[in-house]
């Protein structure tokens, strides 16, 4: 059995639609494609069947990930955490202690992740060193470029 996997409503939902997507879309125009290529004659020497096998068993080998994925997810009741530490799922703004800069992120599941958004993933540096620490804690972490120390301002959810 693998390990439990952490996901937001949303973020399960997208890997749903992923395999819903995989399995009901692109595996039949997999099938199309193999039967095409098959028509064309001898397969000992037929490239475009051997590459539509191929593409088929890339498919197959997503699809069994994204299943075996599923099985171990677990979607996450924010209702039930505490806020007065540093979890997954928690928004926190750090100010860096050098030079003196803001900076708000939420922490999620590796999947979920997107620096963009502010999304940043719980097995990151950063999120690795604020877990688990409250409102006033600082926290040094070591980053690429060295260890920086930053400042818990605030935990919401």
Known sequence: MSETKYFTEEGLQRLKDELAELINRERPKISQ????ARDKGDLSENAEYDAAKEAQGMLEMKISQLQDLLMSARVLDE????TTKVLLLSKVKIKNLKNGA???YVLVPE???????????VNSPIAKGLLGKSVGDMAEIAVPAGKMTFEIIEISR
Do not use: H, T
């Open 111 to 121: 999947k979920e992740a997107d620096l963009k958004s502010g999304k940043i993933s």
């Open 102 to 104: 803001s900076m708000s």
């Open 33 to 36: 494609m193999i039967a095409e």
């Open 79 to 82: 209702s039930k955490m505490d």
